[in-house]
């Protein structure tokens, strides 16, 4: 009894919070759920009318980033008035861009339209919460009628792939993907890199074994969990924008991203991967992303 006990105990100190976090993310729905039927509102989920909705949940998500990660914003001066694409790094589980979500809206009474895996849409009782807070397949033509609205699109580039695979190393793993840059383009907007400091140190996978990795490309459903949750740091960083170019190539843009002269003091770095080496310990260091908690002299 008392091995079983501390195995379960072991069990549910690893997956504990992630749970929660789901729990709270059904509860958030639920609660749209009751607005919508109180307040009989028919509207578009996008439409004005479920701002005070998106309000609320907005808040909460921000008190518990505050309480439980110390979450902090910087660089939404990067962010364009008008439409951009904002490409950033997937953590094991994108709580980190659901803090930034809450902010921005919370800030800037700004929604940010969010391309997801289409896993996501499978899943069960989820339906209003993703349309209020603007998720969408992220199909070509759903990106360029957002932009062209003067909405800001998200994307990461590597996915589900990178949040299963990557590690405290912080590897982009983007594959050959470039649909992005070609909406960009066609839109003729901006792209803005983002990353969240030590989003890898709060939430990990297991490590890649053969077995999941095929198991992944055959299904593309994530079936390993994520574990931890452990209260670390977050900081969420904005980078100088890509401005959009007429005479670049697909492909001369993707490059640019990856190995763009715009950012900092990085010339020949990439745009994303220079906001990990600037704010981020490589590899990650638990302990260190736990101190910075108490960290009052960062800048």
């Avoid at 929660?20 to 639920?30: A, E, V």
């Avoid at 997937?90 to 803090?99: C, E, M, N, S």
């Avoid at 020949?268 to 108490?294: D, M, N």
């Amino acid at each position: 009894i008392v091995i079983a006990s501390l195995t379960m105990s072991a069990i549910l100190f690893f997956f504990i919070v992630p749970l929660t976090i789901l729990f709270f993310i059904y509860l958030s729905n639920i609660l749209l759920l009751i607005y919508q039927r109180n307040s009989e509102v028919k509207a578009d989920p996008l439409s004005e009318v479920w701002d005070n909705a998106r309000k609320t949940i907005a808040s909460f998500w921000d008190i518990y980033a505050r309480i439980w990660h110390g979450y902090e914003l910087h660089g939404v001066e990067n962010l364009p008035e008008g439409p951009g694409i904002l490409v950033y790094y997937h953590g094991a589980i994108p709580i980190d861009y659901l803090y930034f979500l809450s902010r921005l809206f919370l800030w800037k009474k700004r929604l940010c339209l969010s391309v997801a895996d289409h896993f996501v849409f499978r899943l069960p009782g989820l339906k209003l919460l993703l349309e209020v807070t603007g998720v969408m397949p992220g199909t070509r033509e759903e990106c360029l009628i957002a932009l062209k609205n003067g909405h800001l699109v998200s994307i990461s580039p590597g996915g589900v792939r990178e949040a299963l695979f990557s590690d405290e190393s912080y590897q982009l793993l983007w594959g050959n993907r470039k649909g992005f840059a070609q909406v960009a383009l066609d839109a003729k907007v901006p792209i803005i890199p983002m990353y969240t400091q030590n989003v890898r140190e709060g939430y990990r996978m297991f490590k890649e074994r053969r077995f999941f990795r095929q198991l992944y490309e055959s299904t593309r459903l994530p079936f390993t969990p994520p574990y931890g949750g452990l209260p670390v740091k977050f900081r969420t960083y904005i980078g100088e924008p890509i401005p959009y170019d007429p005479n670049i190539t697909t492909e001369e843009l993707v490059e640019k991203v990856c190995k763009g002269n715009f950012l900092f003091s990085f010339q020949t770095k990439t745009a994303v991967q220079a906001l990990i080496s600037k704010h981020q310990t490589i590899p990650g260091s638990i302990w260190k992303a736990l101190l910075e908690r108490f960290d009052k002299c960062h800048k």
